[in-house]
């Protein structure tokens, strides 16, 4: 079943077309890579789809539905939600807190007002969930540490713990081991495989190849805006086109 169509997508900036006629799809339950240069145009691909920047042409549907167009906020009420970032997560609060405000972020009510102990019902229910994401991402013992003073890698995670509040059933990551040394990767990576597995369908935008190959099972190449490959990661390695605009060396 393909959970994510993006149809014949172009997104202009003045005169610069960033994403030229793309279309490509994901299968619900893929982790899907999209890479390419610098410039290529993924990060704008993402903002179209999470739903911060309108096509200029072209249609995003999604679990059926076009949500071209449609404000980030109910697309996240949707279940299409994108990882937060350092810039996004509440610095002064604790671990814990942030997840339960990831939480209810999609149940129509202002986050502040659980903070402050008010709709007890709803309250119970989110911290029951705030738990079990705090326990599956391995934060648990770090809940009470205020998110300013995690190291980088378990700032990542607390973003991708914060967006799984919000009970996604596509998470897209933009980057996501960017900075990261060689046993926070492998950490990663185990916990973007365990979010799959856990019925999360995956969009990856990233430049660490070890990563995209070892993850992804259908990974789509851009570059200048266009869709220039499409395959599994062994296809898309041997790729000849792929290895003179992006790989370089085959990896
Ligand atoms: N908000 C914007 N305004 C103008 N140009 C932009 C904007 N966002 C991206 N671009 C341009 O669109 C092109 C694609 O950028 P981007 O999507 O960030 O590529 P990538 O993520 O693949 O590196 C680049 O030439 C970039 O300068
Ligand atoms: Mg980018």
Do not use: W
């Not at 266009?226 to 898309?236: D, Q, V």
């Amino acid at each position: 079943m393909t959970l994510l169509e993006v149809d014949r997508l172009t997104r202009r900036f003045g005169g610069l077309t960033a994403v030229n006629n793309l279309s490509f799809q994901i299968e619900a339950g893929a982790i899907h890579g999209l890479i390419g240069p610098n410039g290529a145009g993924k990060t704008t691909t993402f903002n179209v789809i999470s739903g911060y920047y309108k096509p200029s042409a072209g249609r995003v549907v999604y679990d059926g539905r076009d949500i071209s167009g449609m404000k980030t906020s109910a697309i996240t009420e949707l279940g299409l939600v994108r990882t937060f970032q350092a810039t996004t997560l509440f610095h002064e609060l604790s671990v814990y807190d942030n997840v339960l405000v990831g939480c209810h972020l999609t149940a129509r009510i202002d986050p502040f007002s659980v903070l402050f102990g008010l709709k007890k019902d709803r309250e119970a229910s989110a911290r029951a969930r705030v738990d079990e994401i705090l326990d599956f991402m391995d934060l648990s013992a770090l809940k009470d540490e205020l998110c300013s003073n995690l190291p980088h890698g378990l700032q990542r995670a607390l973003g991708i713990a914060v967006a799984l509040a919000t009970e996604p059933k596509l998470l897209m990551l933009d980057e996501p081991f960017t900075g990261m040394n060689p046993e926070e990767t492998r950490r990663m990576m185990e916990l973007i495989r365990q979010v799959r597995d856990s019925g999360v369908t995956i969009l990856l935008v990233e430049h660490d190849m070890q990563a995209v190959m070892g993850l992804c099972e259908n990974i789509t190449v851009l570059n200048f805006g266009s869709l220039l490959a499409e395959g599994a990661p062994e296809a898309i390695r041997a790729n000849p086109e792929v290895v003179e605009a992006y790989l370089g060396t085959p990896v």
